[in-house]
Nanobody, 127 residues
Framework: QVQLVESGGGSVQSGGSLRLSCAVS???????MGWFRQAPGKEREGVAS???????SHADSVKGRFTISQDNAKGTLYLQMNSLKPEDTAMYYC??????????????????????WGQGTQVTVSS
């Protein structure tokens, strides 16, 4: 069983930056890791994912602004968020996929492809 603990959220003004971290522990083979977000009253949506071979995917809404990365030696997943906008305000979740579905580009940002989740970290962007 894999455990995921997010940190790095907070409040920032529009145009600012934050870096989220996700500490990963426990051994379960993970085909992909991902970041998701959920705003009040909205469905959870995929933000970015990274496969074991290093290939990444980013949602169109964050391309050019957010970057997913991982440090396997430290067991940590990151999300660098630049040029933040008020619409980026949400709870951000780290997730891990032990199934192969996430490797398909059509499913890499789909929450259903992931089966382990952290507790989330809040990001609030003010205008």
């Amino acid at each position: 069983q894999v455990q995921l603990v997010e940190s790095g959220g907070g409040s920032v003004q529009s145009g600012g930056s934050l870096r989220l971290s996700c500490a990963v522990s426990g051994y379960t083979y993970r085909y992909c890791m991902g970041w998701f977000r959920q705003a009040p009253g909205k469905e959870r949506e995929g933000v970015a994912s990274i496969r074991t071979d290093g290939m990444t995917s980013h949602a169109d809404s964050v391309k050019g602004r957010f970057t997913i990365s991982q440090d396997n030696a430290k067991g940590t997943l990151y999300l660098q968020m630049n040029s933040l906008k008020p619409e980026d305000t949400a709870m951000y979740y780290c997730a891990a996929a032990s199934g192969i579905l996430c490797r398909d580009s059509s499913w890499s940002l789909a929450p259903v492809s992931y089966n382990s989740w952290g507790q989330g970290t809040q990001v609030t962007v003010s205008s």
